[in-house]
């Protein structure tokens, strides 16, 4: 008779080990490292390692002129081009007290919200690519691309666009501005039922996003977490309602909130937030006044000594910039307080013990962008 | 909490609070060794929940190194602006306020890469953006940029 020979049971891998995720892999979207500390395939703890496209933009800020550093603004959050050069312009014009012409908030009230859209668009594109679902890549770009035209037209940037300027704008708007703003809302609103149709109600998202990475509300305002992620905790920090800047005291439009916390609710905040947006373009794009693009500015601009604080909300959040002049035509110090840097804080707390396919996820959910970051 | 009650109520509990002038928001200067306790006491009193740090950066002011805290209350609305000076250019420090604030941890250790003021008690006070033998602190007035990348 044969003996049966026992293999013995291999034990459970007990011990942590690590693994590391970037610098160059798809869903940190850019390149950042995480250290990913295991047992497992379950997370027990998320270290980010930044700096890998640090490029010292508060140290080049300390040796440009203002109008200059506008430039350097589009390349931190590029999603969001068009709203980190609205804080730079305010901060100006708050700083020399100069009242911008009506024409000029109408346009840049627009111009922020089509950023939001098309920030939100892109993310839900990647989001869904995270999870698996290529089909939600495609239709987000397709979309997406119908803005950057509506601004290659006006500003000539798809991409970074430096279209503001302190003061004004750049130059006025195309003549078909309007016409191809309304003809892409017009689209948009259909085709974004096609979004909830493919991710919103599909069973294997909702598995994989409900009670995944829980953030209290508390938690939300220690670690300061702005922006939808942190709406998606209940924590009301939505700056145009706060602080209203440009025409956001005057638009109708609602601070989307939800309590959950989970990866859903920061999902279903994006979503509501287009709709949101293209409520608020609904009303003033047929009501632009008459006037002049820009305020009549000095060739040189120097701000009073002093500081000054001036913040708006990115697509991703709260955007900071605290500013020290001397009085010259070049900043003391100038400091971007960027939300993904805030955000990414929170990855590692809301991310343990859950399953390393899971972290691929709830990055996604903060819509982290790495330049935003490392500045 | 109004504005001049915040005021009085930082005065009383650091006398050496110097009131600065400042048109956006209330701001004081605290010596290094009472900060902690004022932020506690704010954080932690009911009238006042100073539960939200906006931003945390440094400045070098030339001869003192300057930490900057904006702080806001979710609850009331009201904010304050908090600065440190530290005279010490070769070995600046700061109690850290990390475990109060969570948000503080990846700010402090920016501030610590980039202008080199340690944080007492941080727990991982490493660099964050800049490489671990990278000498000098860039955001420094004196930096001496020696590839010369800024003006490139």
Known sequence: MKEVIHTPVPKVEEEEYHINMGPQHPSTHGVLRLVVTLQGEIVKKVQPHCGYIHRGIEKMCEKDTYPQIIHLTDRMDYLSAHINNHAVCLLVENALQIEVPERVKYIRTIMDELARIQSHQLWWASFGMDLGGLTCFFYGLRDREKILDIWEETTGGRFLQSYYTPGGLMWDIHPDFQKNVKAFIKYFRKKIRDYDRILSGNVIFRERSINVGPLSKEDAINYAITGPSGRGSGFSCDVRKHHPYALYDKVDFKEILYHEGDTLARYLVRMDEMHESMHIIEQLIDNIPEGDYTAKMKAVIKLPAGEYYQRVESARGELGVYCISDGNKTPYRMKFRTPSFSNLGVLDYISREFKIADLVVIGGSLDLVIPDIDR | ?152
């Not at chain 2, 009383?12 to 701001?27: G, Y």
């Not at chain 2, 475990?99 to 941890?105: F, I, K, M, T």
């Open chain 2, 1 to 152: 909490m109004d504005i001049e009650k915040l005021k009085e109520r930082v005065i009383t509990l650091v006398p050496e609070a110097q009131l600065e002038d400042n048109k956006q928001f209330v701001s004081f200067v605290i010596p290094s060794d009472k900060f902690r306790l004022v932020v506690e006491n704010l954080k932690s009193s009911e009238d006042t929940a100073f539960d939200y740090l906006f931003c945390l950066t440094g400045v070098d002011m030339g001869k003192d190194l300057m930490v900057v805290y904006h702080l806001s209350s979710t609850k009331y609305g009201h904010e304050i602006v908090f600065k440190v000076k530290l005279s010490d250019r070769e070995n600046p420090s700061v109690d850290t306020i990390s475990d109060l604030y969570r948000a503080a941890d990846f700010y402090e250790r920016e501030v610590y890469d980039l202008l080199g003021i340690k944080f007492n008690n941080h727990g991982d006070m490493r660099r964050i953006f800049l490489d671990e033998n990278w000498k000098g602190y860039p955001l420094r007035k004196d930096y001496i940029d020696e590839i010369n990348i800024v003006e490139l």
